[in-house]
């Protein structure tokens, strides 16, 4: 039983990072998925930090396509021995169905117009996901469920880079950030996330459903990445060739190596996807006929959309008629290119590849086509000036034939990433958050401090906030947990406790006679500059204050005569008299 309530049940699933068992609510009866944090890994706060970020960024979620998050919490177990450990879970709905992952395992790749609409699916959960905040960061098949009725769930929000399924992943300073197969071009080259990232990720992942391979294929997870990053995709159809021409376009789109040119929203790829269904013309397939900047166009496509518009009914023909006669003038001024360079002569010209590398952007382009060449173009993170190419295929003044590819890399210049506020972080945990943000661990420097626990981030250098290119080294100023001692001698009593509570320590007063003023302080317990654990109580002697001297007034009362008796010589003359 976890928090007196959930009751857990079979292991049903496993990831890199946590277990997810079948489990019932006992409050409400009902049947539930928990989500366990692994125990050797609970005892890492940062792995502690994501599976808490993950249970936050999910819990905010409500949409039908998303795995709904009921509770969360951390339960406290002792061992034999009496030694406590936390053990964080995640209560979520408990999804009747299989993972897109065990679907193309069991049944092979799915009917393309039933990839769509599951696509569709996932994708306005990535939309509603995108619009408040949240990247998902890890779409694959294994992420994906699908219940009986066709209802697409995607989970796995907020911690996605900490998990793997079967494939591998890749890494950097062994932090997880995506599946190699499924990984964007930004993410594979340690650049900036966002939701175009995910709509990368949903593209291969739509590639992989509908002909059983991802976009990628390599020996590891680093050749993987090249690719997505320098390689253009194959159309899908060139795999399987029940996908529609409508479908190549909306695929190799979302493939589009520059974020700004692939789809910019979930909901416009979803909508592409639901055009192919209805077999309309797509937002893919007018940016390709256009000619739009990073649009891959292949023949193959353009015949198969000539081939179906020519075997389709008049009003359906009538939806390819741009499309096609733009796939058409390409067409014919590709061949016009190819027969001007003696493609159909018979004869094969070969040109000498001139150097690429140091040149400018436009110095490259220019050099290549004046070759007689196809200049290729990828871009990459490096440390040379932004726009410098600094590498080329095939070599500078290797033989290649007339029409042939040069392919050159650009730079973007350094990657930039901004310091994190590390202030009261321990030392592992901000040392791992460094790393996850791509940046170096410098040198440890002790600092003073009252205000931060003795063992964590008191500041760093550079300071939180700042940009510092990628691997930059940051210094770590961490609290000794001690403090200087002011000198207080000749103050007041009220001067000295404030300076000693400025300085985070504590007093006691012992008075004692003496000729300065009350309350002036003689003496202090520790001397100043001397270093002392925070919260220290200094023992001050201070001139008491003077005891006052009370005066006592007695007062006599005079003496008066008795009333009762006479003068004294008149009663011994009486009293001589009588006798």
């Avoid at 692994?38 to 960024?57: G, N, V």
């Amino acid at each position: 039983m976890l928090a007196d309530r959930y009751e857990v049940r079979d292991l049903i699933g496993r990831g890199g990072m946590a277990d997810v068992h079948a489990g019932f609510d006992t409050r409400l009866g009902r049947e539930v998925a928990i989500k366990i944090l692994r125990s050797e890994l609970a005892r890492d706060p940062s792995f502690l930090q994501r599976f808490r970020r993950e249970a936050q960024a999910a819990a905010g979620l409500n949409h039908p396509s998303i795995v709904a998050v009921f509770d969360s919490g951390e339960d406290v177990h002792s061992d034999q021995h009496g030694i406590q450990s936390i053990q964080p879970f995640i209560v979520m709905e408990y999804v009747h169905g299989t993972t897109l992952r065990e679907r193309l395992s069991e049944h092979g790749v799915l009917d393309p117009l039933r990839a769509c609409e599951i696509m569709a699916q996932v994708l306005r959960a990535l939309e509603y996901s995108h619009r408040h905040g949240i990247v998902h960061r890890d779409i694959k098949p294994g992420n994906v469920m699908v219940t009986p009725t066709g209802v697409a769930k995607v989970m796995d929000f907020g911690i996605a880079r900490a998990i793997a399924d079967t494939a591998a992943t890749m890494t950097n300073t062994s932090i997880v950030i995506g599946t190699a197969q499924y990984l964007s071009p930004e993410q594979a080259q340690g650049g900036e996330v966002d939701a175009r990232s995910d709509i990368y990720s949903a593209g291969a992942l739509l590639y992989e459903l509908i002909t059983g391979r991802t976009p990628f294929i390599g020996e590891s997870p680093v050749s993987i990445a090249y690719q997505h990053v320098s390689e253009p995709p194959q159309p899908p159809s060139m795999f399987s060739p029940e996908v529609p021409a409508s479908l190549d376009s909306v695929v190799l789109h979302s493939l589009i190596k520059e974020p700004d040119q692939r789809y910019q929203t979930a909901a416009d790829f979803a909508d592409d996807l639901e055009a192919v269904i209805r077999d309309d013309t797509t937002l893919a397939e007018a940016a390709a006929a256009a000619g739009a900047p990073g649009t891959y166009l292949s023949e193959t496509t353009a015949q198969r959309a000539m081939r179906t518009s020519a075997s389709a009914p008049p009003a359906r023909r009538r939806r390819w008629v741009v499309p096609v006669v733009a796939a058409l003038v390409a067409l014919s001024a590709i061949l016009g290119v190819l027969y001007v360079q003696g493609a159909f002569s018979g004869r094969s010209e070969r040109v000498t590849v001139p150097a690429l590398v140091n040149e400018s952007e436009d110095n490259a382009r220019l050099l290549v086509s004046q070759a007689r060449l196809m200049p290729a173009r990828s871009s990459v993170a490096n440390e040379a000036a932004a726009g410098t190419v600094i590498s080329q295929e095939p070599s500078a003044g290797a033989e290649a034939d007339v029409g042939s590819t040069v392919t050159y890399v650009v730079s973007t210049g350094p990657l930039v990433k901004t310091i994190p506020e590390l202030r009261n972080f321990d030392q592992a945990t901000a040392r791992q958050l460094l790393q996850d943000s791509g940046l170096g661990i410098g040198p440890v420097k002790p600092v003073d401090s009252k205000e931060v626990s003795a063992g964590n981030v008191v500041s760093t250098e550079p300071k939180a906030g700042d940009r510092v290119r990628a691997g930059t080294a940051v210094t770590l100023n961490i609290s000794t947990g001690r403090v200087t001692v002011p000198n207080v001698v000749g103050l007041s009593r009220e001067k000295a406790i404030t300076a000693l509570k400025d300085a985070g320590l504590g007093r006691v007063f012992t008075p004692v006679p003496g000729t300065k003023p009350a309350g002036t302080v003689l003496s202090q317990s520790y001397q100043e500059g001397e270093k002392v654990p925070v919260g220290t109580v200094i023992d001050l002697t201070i001139v008491a204050e003077p005891i006052p001297t009370a005066t006592v007034t007695v007062t006599t009362p005079a003496e008066t005569p008795d009333p009762g008796t006479h003068d004294s010589s008149s009663s011994g003359s009486s009293e001589g008299n009588g006798d």
